[in-house]
């Protein structure tokens, strides 16, 4: 069964570091997710992507962070300079198309991003 | 704006009994709702979802889900828990006009064998 894969499973880094979180979405999807959830929290919408660009962002995306798909597989999230409240889990997800009436995101095992 | 309440941070019971998960929503027309099931170090799996049609859905894993628009609630529920069902689950809803998934506060399921 397809699958949503993420990379690194952890990653730590200083205050101030930029990071890149990785996704593999599933193959013939075609809208993308970043989420997060902060140690004892609720998950969080985090952004939204289709056709190459940003359709939806909540307010904590702010300008230090930008995704990207540089190619037809990969699907990325950068923080350029990160801050201790960017300790979170980040998951990707992904969704098929309205053609095929799939209405749920499948999410993938999530980045364990921590500041230090 | 968007909202899902789940009432009990956790829900305790004994295997072979029925188990109940408890969620409310609020959204601006008509809702899509989603459950989803988290086990340690591991992603959010998804069970079932309510768009439209009957009232009770069914899902993976012998888990269905009752949709009462009066209430606004989407209870997650499963005739006989097994242990193995212990895990965080969440409650999951999204506009019809929208896109984004908007999360309970996760519920603990506990079943004692």
């Known amino acids: 069964e397809p699958e949503v894969t993420q990379t690194p499973s952890h990653q730590v880094t200083q205050m101030g570091q930029e990071v890149i979180l990785r996704c593999v979405p599933i193959?013939?999807?075609?809208?993308f997710y970043w989420y997060r959830q902060i140690l004892g929290q609720k998950v969080e919408f985090l952004v939204s992507?289709?056709?190459?660009?940003?359709?939806?962002k909540s307010e904590i995306f702010d300008d230090q962070f930008s995704v990207e798909r540089p190619d037809g597989s990969n699907f990325t999230l950068k923080i350029r300079s990160t801050k201790l409240e960017d300790s979170a889990m980040y998951f990707c997800?992904?969704?098929?198309?309205?053609?095929?009436?799939?209405?749920?995101?499948?999410f993938g095992p999530g980045t364990r991003l921590t500041v230090t | 704006a968007q909202s899902v309440a789940q009432p009990e941070d956790q829900v305790n019971v004994a295997e072979g009994n029925p188990l109940t998960v408890k969620c409310t929503y609020s959204?601006?027309?008509?809702?899509?709702l989603f459950w989803y099931v988290q086990y340690p170090n591991r992603g959010l799996q998804f069970l079932l979802k309510?768009?439209?049609?009957?009232?009770l859905v069914k899902g993976s894993y012998g888990f269905e889900a009752e949709f009462n628009k009066s209430q606004t609630s989407f209870h997650l529920k499963k005739p006989s828990a097994l242990v193995s069902d212990s895990a965080l689950y969440f409650c999951?809803?999204?506009?019809?006009?929208?896109?984004?998934?908007?999360f309970g506060g996760g519920t603990r399921v506990l079943v004692k064998p």
């Open positions: 997800a992904s969704r098929g198309s309205r053609i095929g009436s799939s209405y749920e995101q499948y």
């Open positions: 193959s013939n999807h075609l809208y």
């Open positions: 992507f289709y056709n190459n660009e940003i359709s939806e």
């Open positions: 959204v601006s027309g008509n809702p899509y």
């Open positions: 309510y768009i439209t049609g009957d009232n």
């Open positions: 999951a809803v999204r506009g019809a006009a929208g896109n984004k998934l908007t």
